[in-house]
Antibody, heavy 116, light 107 residues
């Protein structure tokens, strides 16, 4: 079964750091671009980062310089290192696989809460 | 950045209705547009990619059209399982952006 499973969410204080993980199974992980997307409670979807098969990375301005996406193909794993966290980063974070560039497989999400 | 808008923001409809949702991009995105369905507490589900290509396993009552800056998602005959929020997304260029969503609820 093709599957993505996120982990690593939790409660963190403003200014703190957190590392999210996404475990992939059921497909050739190294052959796909991968993304992180977040959703604040009751709000819409916001694209957070992408990593290509060659390791090229992309970010929106809202997280650039604070978040780092990485992948470890040998472990079929995707990561998101989040530093200098703010209250506005509070959201459910999803990892997603890109096929035909659209996001065809999504994880169940992991909740990140930034609060003192 | 490319801005995406959707209309309407909320749509009240009955089972069997034909439903159309519009998505507009602030600049041309060719056909690099996807549509997703999301139900409360669940991850989004891909319905349509490249503006009009139906994702495998998605019922044929869903269809997409458009190119450039204006796109539509049509549900030909609304079913009980279709009450959800729908998002468009451009992947023409980074940063990828989503529309604000259209909630389809029961009339």
């Amino acid at each position: 079964e093709v599957q993505l499973v996120e982990s690593g969410g939790g409660l963190v204080q403003p200014g703190g750091s957190l590392r999210l993980s996404c475990a992939a199974s059921g497909f050739t992980f190294s052959s796909y671009d991968m993304h992180w997307v977040r959703q604040a409670t009751g709000k819409g979807l916001e694209w957070v980062s992408a990593i290509g098969t060659a390791g090229d990375t992309y970010y929106p301005g809202s997280v650039k310089g604070r978040f780092t996406i990485s992948r470890e193909n040998a472990k079929n794993s995707l990561y998101l290192q989040m530093n200098s966290l703010r209250a506005g980063d509070t959201a459910v974070y999803y990892c997603a696989r890109a096929s035909h560039y659209a996001f065809d497989i999504w994880g169940q999400g992991t909740m990140v809460t930034v609060s003192s | 950045d490319i801005q995406m808008t959707q209309s309407p923001s909320t749509l009240s409809a009955s089972v069997g209705d034909r439903v159309t949702i519009t998505c507009r991009a602030s600049q041309s995105i060719s056909s690099w547009l996807a549509w997703y369905q999301q139900k409360p507490g669940k991850a989004p589900k891909l319905l349509i990619y490249k503006a009009s290509s139906l994702e495998s396993g998605v019922p044929s009552r869903f269809s997409g059209s458009g190119s450039g800056t204006e796109f539509t998602l049509t549900i030909s005959s609304l079913q009980p399982d279709d009450f959800a929020t729908y998002y468009c997304q451009q992947y023409n260029s980074y940063p990828f952006t989503f529309g604000p969503g259209t909630k389809v609820d029961i009339k």
